[in-house]
Nanobody
Framework: QVQLVESGGGLVQPGGSLRLSCAAS????????MAWYRQAPGKQRELVAG???????NYADSVKGRFTISRDNAKNTVYLQMNSLKPEDTAVYYC???????????????WGQGTQVTVSS
């Protein structure tokens, strides 16, 4: 089995910063794409940022210039540095990873349990 464990969420004032981490563990041959999604109350889950194994990134328009996604392939970990946070960034943030468990396995999607980010004064 593969587990994704997120950390780093919390309460921050507008304009502040947070850094989320997500570590994958278990039987893992290789992790391809990794990403962060978020879901605010009453809204659909949306992609925040994604990163390929080679480091190519993409961002939602709403976070471009404020958020930075990165990863450490040796640690099977993805990060999300969030700066200039706004109240509308308040949501539960979920980590996603496309994992191949063995050399002959297909690639399957795994999700973390989510971490709450609240931006409020």
């Amino acid at each position: 089995q593969v587990q994704l464990v997120e950390s780093g969420g919390g309460l921050v004032q507008p304009g502040g910063s947070l850094r989320l981490s997500c570590a994958a563990s278990g039987i893992i041959f290789r992790i391809d794409g990794m990403a962060w999604y978020r879901q605010a109350p009453g809204k659909q889950r949306e992609l925040v940022a994604g990163i390929t194994r080679g480091g190519n990134t993409n961002y939602a328009d709403s976070v471009k210039g404020r958020f930075t996604i990165s990863r450490d392939n040796a640690k099977n970990t993805v990060y999300l540095q969030m700066n200039s946070l706004k109240p509308e960034d308040t949501a539960v943030y979920y980590c996603n990873a496309a994992v191949r468990r063995t050399i002959v396995s297909s690639t399957d999607d795994y999700w973390g349990q989510g971490t709450q980010v609240t931006v409020s004064s």
